[in-house]
């Protein structure tokens, strides 16, 4: 029989250490926001350290924060709600058709009054005057890096995606302060890319990371730090109004990009167009 967590919480409580009963009362208390919250922003409104977090987490027979969120996520009593946002079991075709289609507009609009301007200038500059441009991510981020690496090869630049954690590692290690690396992460607790952000990072090159999360791991290796709006629990690993979320601010990006390097731009443009014309009936 599989454990039920919060029930383990409330068995183990008198076991707990002061600062542990702290996470057990928050995680009691406000379990379906915890499995939206960082390991940092359950420490900080717990008012511990991470590790206790982890020592916790540990106690209870989880191996990390991730799996003892997903097991929170399995439990809670709506399981369709926590698969899928606010679809029902019941639903027609037509409904769940709005409801996605609300849901994607959502995470576009409050993305974009996240996203802070200046910034995102920041970004743009670094981009164009960078000598080489790596993209991290793995998972559903994998596909919005190699997607944002086909749209700087348009516009001539020297681009490269990297999606499996040798390969991050290899390739962080062979920049310099003249570059830029760019890691993917909704939960922005990905291991593999924000090491490879680090490694970029220690090589002298500037770090950009794209997250939901204000406070969360990668943001601490990222010397700047894009916040997207769409949001994952532990069972919605690649939701596709986080990757839209993703690819709105590239988008925003790269169209600025294209307005400063606009000769540029356009000669690669063509020049990308015709070298796969014949690809093409």
């Known amino acids: 029989m599989e454990m039920n967590t919060l029930l383990q919480i409330q068995s183990l409580f008198p076991s707990f250490t002061k600062s542990e009963q702290k996470i057990a009362h928050l995680v009691l208390a406000q379990t379906e926001q915890v499995i939206y919250t960082s390991i940092i922003d359950l420490a900080e ?48 075709m037509n409904v769940i058709s709005q409801k996605v289609a609300t849901a994607h507009q959502k995470a576009v609009k409050d993305t974009h009054v996240l996203l802070d301007t200046d910034l995102l200038e920041r970004c743009v500059e670094l981009m164009r005057t960078a000598q080489i441009i790596h993209f991290y991510g793995v998972g559903t981020s994998a596909v919005t890096a190699q997607d944002a690496k086909y749209v700087c090869l348009r516009l001539g630049l ?29 939960s922005g607790s990905t291991k593999d890319t ?86 093409k009936y």
Request: proline share 2%.
């Open 45 to 92: 409104k717990a008012e511990v350290g991470e590790t206790t977090v982890l020592r916790f987490c540990r106690k209870i027979g989880f191996g990390g924060y991730q799996e003892f969120k997903l097991a929170l996520a399995k439990e809670l009593v709506h399981p369709v709600k926590n698969l899928l946002g606010e679809v029902d079991e019941n639903d027609s």
């Open 158 to 186: 020297r681009v490269d995606a990297f999606t499996e954690s040798h390969l991050q590692a290899m390739a962080a290690a062979t920049l310099g302060p003249e570059d830029v690396a760019i890691g993917l992460s909704v």
């Open 194 to 279: 924000i090491d490879a952000l680090q490694l970029a990072k220690e090589a002298g090159a500037t770090t950009i990371c794209m997250t939901h999360y204000q406070r969360s791991p990668i943001t601490r290796v990222a010397d700047i730090t894009l916040l997207t709006a769409a949001q994952e629990g532990p069972l919605q690993g690649g939701s596709l109004a986080a990757k839209i979320a993703q690819l709105h601010v590239l988008d925003v990006m790269f169209t600025a990009l294209s307005m400063r390097i606009k000769e540029k731009a356009i000669l690669y443009k063509e020049r990308t167009a015709k070298a796969v014309l014949e690809r």
